[in-house]
C-alpha cells in the first residue's frame, strides 16, 4: 500500500507522493585515515580514495567524472553515482569506514555523536545540493489507506523531530 522511496519522483511512474525532511549530508573518514588532517579536502581529493555508500543522483553528487579515480563512476546515461563499494545501509558504510582507507557520507544527524568522540572526521566540503530525502509513495489509482496514512503521518512526525 505504501512504500518509502529516496529517488525523485517521475512524472509517468503513477505513484502519489509525500516528501519526508530533506537531510544535510557530509563526506567522512576514519580518525587516523591520510586525509583526516585535511578537513578542507576538495571533492577531487577526496575521490582520490574508494568511496562506500549508496547510488547518489546526479542532482546530489558533487564529482565531476574525470575527478573520480578509485571512488566510483558516473553512469553516462542516468548521471547516477555508483561508488567503489555500494551498500544499502549507513551501518554498512561505517564500518568499511572504519576499518578501511574508504571515506563515505551521511546525514549531519547520523554523524554528529561520532564526530563528537572523534571516531571520524568530517570533511568541510559543504554544496547546498548535498542533501538527501524520501519521498512517501502510494499508487496514485487509489487512496492511501487509514492505516498507511497513520504510518506516513508517524514518520513524518518522527523525521520532523530529527535535528
Known amino acids: ?21 530533506r537531510r544535510r549530508h557530509a ?11 585535511f578537513p578542507d579536502a ?3 581529493q577526496i575521490a582520490d580514495y574508494p568511496l562506500v555508500g549508496f ?6 553528487t558533487p564529482f565531476e567524472p574525470h575527478e573520480l579515480k578509485f571512488a566510483g563512476a ?7 553515482f555508483q561508488p567503489r563499494m555500494l551498500v544499502n545501509s549507513f551501518v554498512g558504510a561505517y564500518s568499511v569506514v572504519q576499518s ?12 554528529a555523536d561520532r564526530i563528537e568522540r ?6 568541510s566540503l559543504s554544496l547546498e545540493r548535498f ?15 487509514p492505516a498507511s496514512q497513520a504510518f506516513a503521518d508517524i514518520l513524518v512526525g518522527l523525521e520532523s523531530a530529527i535535528a
Open 118 to 123: 572523534k571516531e571520524i572526521v568530517k570533511f
Open 131 to 145: 542533501v538527501c530525502g524520501y519521498e512517501i509513495a502510494w499508487p496514485s489509482e487509489r487512496a492511501i489507506s
Open 74 to 80: 558516473i553512469d553516462p546515461v542516468s548521471g547516477v
Open 27 to 37: 563526506f567522512y573518514c576514519r580518525a587516523g585515515h591520510p586525509l583526516s588532517l
Open 100 to 111: 578501511s582507507n574508504a571515506i563515505s557520507w551521511a546525514p549531519l544527524c547520523l554523524l
Open 42 to 44: 576538495t571533492p577531487a
Open 55 to 60: 547510488h547518489m543522483g546526479h542532482e546530489m
Open 1 to 21: 500500500d505504501v512504500g518509502v522511496m529516496w529517488l525523485p519522483p517521475k512524472p509517468d511512474d503513477d505513484l502519489t507522493y509525500r516528501r519526508l525532511p
